[in-house]
Nanobody, 117 residues
């Protein structure tokens, strides 16, 4: 099993920045992919960014050039980060981190990001 704890989020003005983080512990040696998703009210959950264990990244068109996904590990914990810059009101959503292995995915509890003046 993999345990995931998510942190970050909050209220920010348009053009501002936020950093989201997740920490995964347990059977992290089995993880082969990580990503960030978001779900806005009355919309389906969508993929924001992905990163593989070797560092290959992919971004949704709507966040390219503004968001950066990264990962690092320390003391049997695998960290996942999402640096969000130049935030827009359309970025408002609950953000979820996800870690995947061959048996499925492990989700963070979700954190609210609100972009508003």
């Amino acid at each position: 099993q993999v345990q995931v704890v998510e942190s970050g989020g909050g209220l920010v003005q348009p053009g501002g920045s936020l950093r989201l983080s997740c920490a995964a512990s347990g059977r992290i040696f089995s993880i082969n992919g990580m990503g960030w998703y978001r779900q806005a009210p009355e919309k389906q959950r969508e993929l924001v960014a992905q990163i593989t264990v070797v560092g290959y990244t992919m971004y949704a068109d709507s966040v390219k050039g503004r968001f950066t996904i990264s990962r690092n590990s320390a003391k049997n914990t695998l960290y996942l980060h999402l640096q969000m810059n130049s935030l827009k009101p359309d970025d408002t959503a609950v953000y979820y981190c996800n870690y995947e292995d061959d048996s499925g995915g492990y989700w963070g509890q979700g954190t609210q990001v609100t972009v508003s003046s």
